[in-house]
């Protein structure tokens, strides 16, 4: 598919902002069909992640788990949803910076700060995942990752000993 989106895509993109909550619903259960064909969707299903509608959320989280990475123009827009505080937004914004890797380099500062300070334990947990993804770019995580090794929940410890590894320190 490329970087180009298609007329279908587009469309759908526009209408998870629909102000009708059926249409959002719909439109989500399209791009949960859609599998990896909808990166371009990417930030849109995101945001819609955050959606009042129970249905929106729900299709939009069953298209983000077959998303593969978001296409590398959308980084910037990620890292800014990580901020969200609606914990499902800045989570699916994490997994989607982890799944891009390296190409996310740029987010390093924004994922240690999830892991130093979220309230949420899980965007905690996936902001060490996504660093150990994002590899030896996101070494300034390394004292950060090794706070995180040492607290108390064993998952948090794990996900930040494995992105150490990762990282290689």
Not at 162 to 167: C, D, F, P, R, T
């Amino acid at each position: 598919m490329g970087d180009a989106a298609s007329p279908d895509l587009v469309a759908l993109s526009k209408q998870l902002a629909s102000t009708n909550a059926e249409h959002r619903a719909a439109a989500a259960e399209q791009l949960s069909q859609a599998g990896e064909d909808a990166a371009a969707a990417a930030v849109p299903l995101v945001a819609a992640c955050g959606d009042a509608d129970d249905r929106v959320r729900e299709f939009a989280v069953a298209a983000l788990e077959d998303l593969g990475p978001p296409l590398a123009a959308d980084i910037p827009t990620l890292i800014k949803l990580v901020d969200s505080p609606d914990p499902l937004v800045a989570y699916w914004a994490i997994t989607l910076l982890g799944r891009s890797g390296k190409t996310a380099a740029e987010a390093v500062a924004v994922l240690v700060a999830c892991v130093e300070s979220s309230a949420d334990l899980s965007v905690r947990q996936r902001a060490a995942w996504a660093l150990g993804k994002i590899g030896p770019a996101a070494g300034a995580a390394r004292g950060t990752l090794k706070r995180a090794a040492g607290q108390g929940d064993e998952r948090l410890a794990r996900l930040a000993n494995e992105a150490l590894q990762a990282i290689g320190g």
